[in-house]
């Protein structure tokens, strides 16, 4: 079984999720779940756009799922948040950044329409010191884009620097798409918190908040795990 048949073979997120659900449920005591959508910092740490949005996307069905029981139960509080974020995503390049506010929806998605797997999966199809044209037609046929001789030559500049993958996604994402990185490490800003139920937080909260909040809700004193010696 090659990793594309491993991958599809593999159970999503929401469809753990989903299981996970249905059996903690039953303890009348409650539960406590925890999921993460793990993958969605290292499409962040590659700068791959196209990842990036489909784990959004499984993340965002994952949530939905929780949401949908969180209503039914009436007693279950949500909490959504990430640790941090990962590469700085924007809307917005060097290349794009004069008209990048009039470019409609459709345009902004249309590149990532034709990217069916991540640069990993892409750059594991290349031959071991891969040519232009094996770097070209690998390029079309996976993420439906047509590389310019300026777009490999770009490429070959920036695997010196960078690494043959990282230099084919900065070199599509510069020419082929609006969208722009800052890095591939984490990022300092603030992130958001999203969340539902009896108890649930709101405003503007410290991260190291978030676990007494959720012992709060789960009557749990915490002070009872921290060392005092």
């Known amino acids: 079984m090659n990793l594309h048949e491993q991958a599809l073979a593999e159970p999503s997120l929401s469809e753990m999720t989903s299981k996970a659900l249905d059996i903690l449920s039953q303890d009348r005591d409650g539960f406590f779940l925890m999921v993460e959508g793990s993958q969605v910092d290292w499409a962040g740490h590659s700068n791959d756009v196209a990842y990036h949005?489909?784990?959004?996307?499984?993340?965002?069905?994952?949530?939905?799922?929780?949401?949908?029981?969180a209503r039914r139960d009436g007693q279950t509080m949500v909490v959504v948040l990430p640790d941090h974020n990962t590469g700085a995503l924007a809307l917005g390049n060097w290349a794009s950044s004069g008209n990048y506010t009039s470019t409609s929806l459709e345009k902004v998605i249309e590149p990532l329409q034709g990217m069916q797997v991540t640069a990993d999966f892409l750059n594991a199809q290349l031959p071991d010191a891969p040519s232009d044209q094996d770097i070209r037609a690998t390029v079309e046929k996976y993420w439906n884009i047509q590389l310019s001789d300026d777009d490999l030559a770009a490429i070959r500049d920036e695997q010196a620097i960078r690494g043959l993958q990282r230099a084919i996604i900065k070199v599509v994402n510069d020419n082929h798409t609006i969208f722009?990185?800052?890095?591939?490490g984490h990022s300092g800003e603030d992130v958001p918190l999203w969340s539902f139920g009896p108890g649930a937080p709101t405003g503007y909260v410290d991260n190291a908040e978030i676990g007494q909040i959720i012992g709060q809700a789960m009557r749990l004193d915490l002070s009872l795990t921290t060392p005092t010696d």
């Open 53 to 69: 949005l489909q784990d959004f996307l499984e993340f965002d069905d994952t949530v939905r799922l929780a949401m949908d029981f």
């Open 180 to 184: 722009g990185w800052t890095t591939h």
